[in-house]
T-cell receptor, first 114, second 110 residues
Framework: DTGVSQNPRHKITKRGQNVTFRCDPI?????LYWYRQTLGQGPEFLTY????????KSRLLSDRFSAERPKGSFSTLEIQRTEQGDSAMYLC????????????FGQGTRLTVV | GQQVMQIPQYQHVQEGEDFTTYCNSS?????IQWYKQRPGGHPVFLIQ?????EVKKQKRLTFQFGEAKKNSSLHITATQTTDVGTYFC??????????FGAGTILRVKS
């Protein structure tokens, strides 16, 4: 296993278009997280899954954002009707459940909305 | 939810000098994690602190968790150019989701 994988690495889109990102976690990890990071800030939590169940969504996640993890393995994050304010690095992380475990981050998808 | 404040925002040191970043919370933390993000890279886990007053060392890095579990620090002794990057503290919340500080950017001049 080579770690958490995210695709694409970069995405440039026009305002109003829909985009979808994919995350492949470490195979034995049952928890998967999405974070968003803007320049000069730490990652901000968006949502997380335990297996296929989406257990929590941040208030940061507007109705234009939807995430899925249909078989409890890979996950997708879709942003509909993108806005310039959506430009950011979208990071995926995975971990085991239970207390006190480290998160393994992917390389991220950098989204630029023009 | 929890918030963690991190200072300083930025530090530029001469190679060989020491470096410290501090993390503070207004609420008691169950535990705290530290991550390093290299320029253009992604956050990489360094350590987790759980116990009040805990001190852990990794080579030149020393991590401390305050007695009241409201603050933490990372100290690097004799910085090297390989230490450059942004250091984040993160509080662990229910579900193992992380609340990150804004990070401290470390630049090392050789």
């Amino acid at each position: 296993d080579t770690g958490v994988s995210q695709n694409p690495r970069h995405k440039i889109t026009k305002r109003g278009q829909n985009v979808t990102f994919r995350c492949d976690p470490i195979s034995e990890h049952n928890r998967l997280y999405w974070y968003r990071q803007t320049l000069g800030q730490g990652p901000e939590f968006l949502t997380y899954f335990q297996n296929e169940a989406q257990l929590e969504k941040s208030r940061l996640l507007s109705d234009r954002f939807s995430a899925e993890r249909p078989k409890g393995s890979f996950s997708t994050l879709e942003i509909q009707r993108t806005e310039q304010g959506d430009s950011a690095m979208y990071l995926c992380a995975s971990s085991l459940s239970g207390g006190n475990t480290e998160a393994f981050f992917g390389q991220g998808t950098r989204l630029t909305v023009v | 939810g929890q918030q963690v404040m991190q200072i300083p925002q930025y530090q530029h040191v001469q190679e060989g000098e020491d470096f410290t970043t501090y993390c503070n919370s207004s609420t008691t933390l169950s535990n705290i994690q530290w991550y390093k993000q290299r320029p253009g890279g992604h956050p990489v886990f360094l350590i987790q602190l759980v116990k009040s007053g805990e001190v852990k060392k990794q080579k030149r890095l020393t991590f401390q968790f305050g007695e009241a579990k409201k603050n933490s620090s990372l100290h690097i002794t004799a910085t090297q150019t390989t230490d450059v990057g942004t250091y984040f503290c993160a509080a662990l919340e229910y579900g193992n989701k992380l609340v990150f500080g804004a990070g401290t950017i470390l630049r090392v001049k050789s």
